[in-house]
Nanobody
Framework: QVQLQESGPGLVKPSQTLSLTCTVS??????????WSWLRQPPGKGLEWMGS???????YYNPSLKSRTSISRDTSKNQFTLQLSSVTPEDTAIYYC???????????RGQGTHVTVSS
């Protein structure tokens, strides 16, 4: 069974870049036909898909976040990362990494990591 674990700082200052890493076990991030995604849930709001990276390395982004979001991977470590630039307090949320057969679809999801944007 695939397991995902998010890691990164829990506090980021406004205007800085938020960086999170997802470590995957029990499955390869190069698995064909699978996508590896980042989602987030701000306080009191629903789950929002941020973007995904496919097994070939192609990336897909939520248009509303595309200008600030970058997803990359390290196949040697079986990890993929999220970078969100120019953060504001509105980016405070629980951030999840997930995987599934299409961008944003989650067959498996990590437990989430809470990130607060505050000075």
């Amino acid at each position: 069974q695939v397991q995902l674990q998010e890691s990164g700082p829990g506090l980021v200052k406004p205007s800085q870049t938020l960086s999170l890493t997802c470590t995957v076990s029990g499955g390869s991030i190069t698995r064909i036909y699978y996508f590896w995604s980042w989602l987030r849930q701000p306080p009191g709001k629903g789950l929002e898909w941020m973007g995904s990276i496919g097994s070939s390395g192609n990336t897909y982004y939520n248009p509303s976040l595309k200008s600030r979001t970058s997803i990359s991977r390290d196949t040697s470590k079986n990890q993929f990362t999220l970078q969100l630039s120019s953060v504001t307090p509105e980016d405070t949320a629980i951030y999840y990494c997930a995987t599934g057969p299409s961008p944003g679809v989650s067959d498996y999801r990590g437990q989430g990591t809470h990130v607060t944007v505050s000075s």
